[in-house]
């Protein structure tokens, strides 16, 4: 497995906005697709955005799209996540994670049940007034 780490979450106001980061400290992430999903207290795993490994190409969940951009910096082994417009839903902690290449990427692959080969501690992101 590969060590992901992520970091910029915390407490926002309703329509704030948060910027997450992810680095892999001893793994070069440059080859590969790119994933964020998060988890709501009580709730499972839900599928945030996807981004391709030369970060050409995005996919986001319904309920983050138009809100949410996926981006990602190889030379620095970075991946981010800028959230604007941020709603109390948006609550939960946030994880990068590598997802299994046979599914593919974006919404279709969700729904095939995709898994992940490597995920992240995570990082609290609370909105709230």
């Known amino acids: 497995q590969v060590r992901l780490v992520e970091s910029g979450g915390g407490l926002v106001q309703p329509g704030g906005s948060l910027r997450l980061s992810c680095t892999a400290p001893e793994f070069s992430f440059r080859s590969y697709a790119m994933s964020w999903v998060r988890q709501a207290p009580g709730k499972g795993l839900e599928w945030v955005a996807d981004i391709n490994s030369n970060g050409g190409m995005t996919w986001y969940s319904d309920s983050v799209k138009g809100r949410f951009t996926i981006s990602r910096d190889n030379a620095r082994n970075t991946l981010y996540l800028q959230m604007n417009s941020l709603k109390p839903e948006d609550t939960a902690v946030y994880y990068c994670?590598?997802?299994?290449?046979?599914?593919?990427?974006?919404?279709?692959?969700?729904?095939?049940?995709?898994?992940?080969?490597?995920r992240g501690q995570g990082t609290q992101v609370t909105v709230s007034s």
């Open positions: 994670a590598e997802p299994y290449a046979k599914y593919g990427l974006g919404q279709e692959a969700v729904k095939k049940g995709r898994d992940y080969a490597s």
